[in-house]
């Protein structure tokens, strides 16, 4: 079994070329999908979070934007949130590539949006990296998470540079053109994979 690394920054696209791998065949292990789960009411990682910032959870239920606050701009506090959601997304992480090796899947891909900062691209044959210019991805993280630019811009500045990312890549997939240019990018990529 060979794993394909995928990452990106926020706003990147890198949901939209997973949706499209997934369609194409290749098992994807969402590591969003995982933090969602683990912080939904009754989630693994939900107790701990709730000692760290008490106001961050009412009801049983995480607020997003009050864990958000929380942390941005407080890299200790961003840290001991990581310490509580890292070993719980290895955990599950290790049950998919487990279970898939034991089914011979050819390829599977690990979507983490901190590849490179958790170290995961090591586990990876090859690592694909999704970009957009920079002015696409304000646009669209301003866009999807309702707020000013501005506040796009310090959310996004709170991650792993871009350029450090693409450094770091096999491949690139570029989707600050069209939908359809993206898919002929990731349809040829799938083709090398699999020649």
């Not at 890292?86 to 050819?106: D, W």
């Not at 796009?152 to 890549?169: E, F, H, K, Y």
């Amino acid at each position: 079994m060979k794993i394909l690394g995928l990452t990106g920054g926020m706003g990147m696209g890198k949901s939209t070329v997973a949706n499209m791998l997934r369609r194409a065949g290749l098992p994807v292990f969402d590591a969003d999908a995982v933090v969602h789960r683990l912080q939904a009411p009754g989630g693994e990682a939900l107790p701990a979070i709730a000692h760290l910032v008490p106001e961050a959870v009412k009801d049983g239920r995480l607020e997003r934007g009050v864990l958000r606050q929380a942390v941005l701009g407080h890299p200790a506090m961003l840290k001991k949130l990581e310490a509580i959601m890292h070993p719980l997304v290895r955990k599950a992480r290790g049950q998919f590539l487990q279970q898939h090796c034991q089914l011979g899947t050819p390829w599977v891909v690990l979507d983490i949006p901190l590849l490179f900062e958790t170290g995961a691209q090591r586990l990876c044959n090859r690592v694909v990296v999704v970009s957009a210019p920079a002015w696409v991805q304000r646009r669209r993280v301003a866009q999807r998470r309702h707020m000013p630019p501005a506040q796009a811009r310090r959310l996004i500045a709170c991650q792993m540079p871009n350029a450090r990312r693409v450094q770091g890549a096999d491949v690139v997939i570029h989707t600050g053109l069209s939908m359809k240019e993206t898919e002929r990018q990731v349809r040829r990529f799938i083709r090398s994979l699999r020649a």
